[in-house]
């Protein structure tokens, strides 16, 4: 009989950790049985192949004993083997649950710790809760060399606890190009939210003669739309894009990141990258773009330098893809991972 997986993360709306998720359940489904829980209906639930799905909006809360004890059935129910937690939130839950049902083994997956970069006052605290929960957990996958350091030097996780696989995605399956129009598209996909710094990345094209097209939704998208200028233009979010050959260049602006999947995306289709030089962006750069310090200085340096070499720096990104960031050569890493737990 095969194994159970469960899978759960906070939200099933269109993501990085969502996308992050979605293909694990592709490459688990011969090997296991895939379950998830999650909110409610969305993106994710949509596209993903499981043999059930869970729904409960309390995992969207701070924090409820109700959902708790309501997961905790759920897997004892479908005689859960192993749980993949894919957020904040997920992550605590599914922790906790090794105090009611120690038969289980539980994954924490950090697609960047939030502990770190989102506790400011209360960074200590959250770096204490975390290592109380790492106590309880089977193991933590790091998706970037740079989440492991942390891991280790910052929050002094216990390294036999650790795992480290670099965040990896099936190729997008590539169009044409639509239009034969000359002018320089420069591609952003992300939520118009913080941490990504949509801002400062309309203000960095306010004076060059290039187009931005955001695809990407969220609470700031109102207030940005209006103070764009007319080479700005926004697409809203939408379900499984894949149209990067309409577009030059790929930028992702941002405060802080795992090792964004956007980004990989962008790679595979032979796209040149600039990325924020925070969390694991670095690992993503090799020859095939440039970092950039979250001010409009550097990123209006970095479009022009980049407008220059499209076609070198993007087939340093197909070759950087290739050979460390496609998932159909990668997938025996984590399939091996789950089997070993």
Same mark, same amino acid.
């Given at each position: 009989?095969?194994?159970?997986?469960?899978?759960?993360?906070?939200?099933?709306?269109?993501?990085?950790?969502?996308?992050?998720?979605?293909?694990?359940?592709?490459?688990?489904?011969?090997?296991?049985?895939?379950?998830?829980?999650?909110?409610?209906?969305?993106?994710?639930?949509?596209?993903?192949?499981?043999?059930?799905?869970?729904?409960?909006?309390?995992?969207?809360?701070?924090?409820?004993?109700?959902?708790?004890?309501?997961?905790?059935?759920?897997?004892?129910?479908?005689?859960?083997?192993?749980?993949?937690?894919?957020?904040?939130?997920?992550?605590?839950?599914?922790?906790?649950?090794?105090?009611?049902?120690?038969?289980?083994?539980?994954?924490?997956?950090?697609?960047?710790?939030?502990?770190?970069?989102?506790?400011?006052?209360?960074?200590?605290?959250?770096?204490?809760?975390?290592?109380?929960?790492?106590?309880?957990?089977?193991?933590?996958?790091?998706? @970037? %060399?740079?989440?492991?350091? #942390?891991?280790?030097? *910052?929050?002094?996780?216990?390294?036999?606890?650790?795992?480290? /696989? !670099?965040?990896?995605?099936?190729?997008?399956?590539?169009?044409?190009?639509?239009?034969?129009?000359?002018?320089?598209?420069?591609?952003?996909?992300?939520?118009?939210?913080?941490?990504?710094?949509?801002?400062?990345?309309?203000?960095?094209?306010?004076?060059?003669?290039?187009?931005?097209?955001?695809?990407?939704?969220?609470?700031?998208?109102?207030?940005?739309?209006?103070?764009?200028?007319?080479?700005?233009?926004?697409?809203?979010?939408?379900?499984?894009?894949?149209?990067?050959?309409?577009?030059?260049?790929?930028?992702?602006?941002?405060?802080?990141?795992?090792?964004?999947?956007?980004?990989?995306?962008?790679?595979?289709?032979?796209?040149?990258?600039?990325?924020?030089?925070?969390?694991?962006? @670095? %690992?993503?750069?090799?020859? #095939?773009?440039?970092? *950039?310090?979250?001010?409009?200085?550097?990123?209006?340096?970095? /479009? !022009?330098?980049?407008?220059?070499?499209?076609?070198?720096?993007?087939?340093?990104?197909?070759?950087?893809?290739?050979?460390?960031?496609?998932?159909?050569?990668?997938?025996?890493?984590?399939?091996?991972?789950?089997?070993?737990?």
């Amino acid at each position: 009989m095969m194994k159970r997986i469960l899978f759960i993360v906070t939200k099933s709306d269109v993501g990085g950790a969502q996308k992050w998720v979605k293909e694990q359940i592709d490459i688990c489904n011969q090997e296991f049985d895939c379950h998830l829980a999650t909110n409610k209906k969305g993106w994710l639930s949509k596209y993903s192949n499981t043999k059930k799905t869970y729904f409960n909006h309390l995992i969207q809360s701070r924090f409820s004993i109700k959902y708790l004890f309501l997961l905790n059935n759920y897997v004892r129910k479908n005689k859960i083997d192993i749980i993949v937690a894919s957020s904040a939130n997920a992550g605590i839950y599914s922790r906790l649950l090794k105090l009611l049902n120690n038969k289980i083994k539980v994954v924490y997956v950090s697609h960047g710790w939030s502990a770190i970069y989102n506790g400011k006052k209360m960074k200590h605290l959250f770096i204490l809760i975390e290592k109380f929960l790492s106590y309880l957990g089977d193991s933590i996958l790091c998706v @970037s %060399e740079y989440d492991y350091k #942390n891991a280790t030097k *910052v929050i002094h996780l216990n390294k036999n606890k650790l795992k480290k /696989i !670099s965040n990896s995605i099936f190729p997008i399956v590539k169009k044409n190009r639509s239009d034969s129009n000359n002018r320089i598209k420069i591609l952003s996909v992300a939520r118009i939210s913080p941490p990504k710094r949509m801002d400062l990345l309309v203000n960095a094209v306010k004076n060059i003669d290039v187009e931005l097209h955001i695809v990407g939704d969220g609470e700031l998208r109102e207030d940005l739309e209006r103070a764009a200028p007319d080479n700005v233009f926004f697409h809203g979010e939408i379900e499984c894009f894949s149209n990067f050959l309409d577009f030059d260049i790929f930028c992702l602006i941002s405060d802080s990141e795992g090792l964004p999947l956007s980004a990989i995306e962008a790679m595979s289709c032979g796209m040149p990258l600039i990325l924020s030089n925070v969390g694991g962006c @670095s %690992e993503l750069i090799s020859g #095939n773009g440039i970092l *950039v310090e979250n001010n409009t200085e550097d990123i209006e340096s970095a /479009i !022009s330098q980049s407008s220059d070499q499209i076609k070198t720096y993007g087939r340093r990104s197909k070759t950087l893809f290739k050979n460390r960031f496609n998932l159909e050569k990668n997938k025996h890493k984590y399939l091996s991972y789950y089997h070993k737990l």
